[in-house]
């Protein structure tokens, strides 16, 4: 079994990732400080597994439980799906003030051929039995999800970098874009066509000589197939050229209109 181990973050990159972390939290109660790396976890195709890590920088023990789910989009929504195709190893776990726990992402089911499949990772902090409602079972304080995808045999990412490692089919996204106005509100509407995600950043749209930026960080995300929507503001031009950098390309990529 071939599994990649990201090594711990220097101390530059440690208070990233923790904002990362933080930013695809749903808080459910009080705060935490659980820290998770790499946020961007990817199983390639001569992969069995992938290593996530979590690392707890409270002061206090953190029960947590580690959870797969397969990820659609329909309807401009999220859904989440339970699956048996790929496991979390331990499914969970107390992690002590300081300490650090290897969570093994194992592939059970690779995807097709040259295909593609999109998961999430919960990351669940579980309320300690002392403060558990009894009548409410078991709560979660924190919810942390992160991204997962999984490569079938014979494709990989391209990331527009001509890498002599890289063999088979190169995996990307193919994107246009629309404005739409519904109930007095505008959206831009991305849809993608290709076989690879597209995780959008630092996304703007351009008219004349003027530059609107909608997220300087992450917009979010459109899996293969699927079309996904972001409320406009009201100050947005009415067209334009939309550009954004898309997974790990350097280089930003305009977005074509449909």
Known sequence: MTMTRSPPPTPTRLRWLLLASWLTAQTCGAASSILIWPINPLIEADQKAVALWLENRGAAPVDLQIRVLAWQQTGFEDQLIPQKQVVGSPPMTTLQPGKRQLVRLVNLQSPPPGASQS??????????????????????????????????????????????????????????????????????LIQNRGPAHARLSQVSLHHGANTFSLAQGLLGYVLPGAEMRWQLPPAAPEQGRLQARINEWQELQDIPRQ
Do not use: C, T, W
Request: aromatic share 10%; charged share 20%; glycine share 10%.
């Open 119 to 188: 998961y999430r990772v919960l990351v669940d902090e579980v309320l300690p039995p002392s403060e558990r409602p009894p009548q409410l079972g078991v709560q979660f304080q924190m919810r942390y999800s992160v991204p997962l995808f999984v490569l079938g045999n014979g494709a990989y990412l391209d990331d527009g970098i001509d890498d002599a490692s890289h063999k088979g089919q190169g995996l990307a996204p193919q994107l246009r874009y629309r404005i739409e106005a519904q109930n007095g509100q505008r959206f831009l």
